[in-house]
């Protein structure tokens, strides 16, 4: 059983940043050998795709929304991404999910991830 955990969200600034972290465990899980995603759902609206990265860390995707303001990371040792979100606006609000997929593709297709977290709540508001 693999478990996705969200942490970081909050209520912050426009223009302001917040880092949220995801952090997965599971007895057979190898985080190393999954690509990683972060997803979004804003009140009223569809899940959508934020960013991912793949197995090794060395590359990113981006919505076209998000890019240049939020950068993401892991650390396949500490079985934790990251997604860290400058010059936030209030059109980024919403709960963030942590999304972890088997395929070799980095995807922004949200049937090819396999395991989500509960989500943690990021509200840019003034």
């Known amino acids: 059983q693999v478990q996705l955990v969200e942490s970081g969200g909050g209520l912050v600034q426009p223009g302001g940043s917040l880092r949220i972290s995801c952090a997965a465990s599971g007895p057979t899980f190898t985080f190393s050998g999954f690509v990683m995603g972060w997803f979004r759902q804003a009140p009223g609206k569809e899940r959508e795709f934020v960013s991912s990265i793949t197995r090794n860390g060395l590359v990113g995707k981006y919505v076209d929304s998000v890019k240049g303001r939020f950068t993401i990371s892991r650390d396949n040792a500490k079985n934790t991404v990251y997604l860290q979100m400058n010059s936030l606006k209030p059109d980024d609000t919403g709960v963030y999910y942590c999304?972890?997929?088997?395929?070799?593709?980095?995807?922004?297709?949200?049937?090819?991830?396999?395991?989500w977290g509960q989500g943690t709540q990021v509200t840019v508001s003034s």
């Open positions: 999304a972890a997929g088997r395929s070799s593709s980095n995807s922004d297709n949200a049937d090819r991830y396999d395991y």
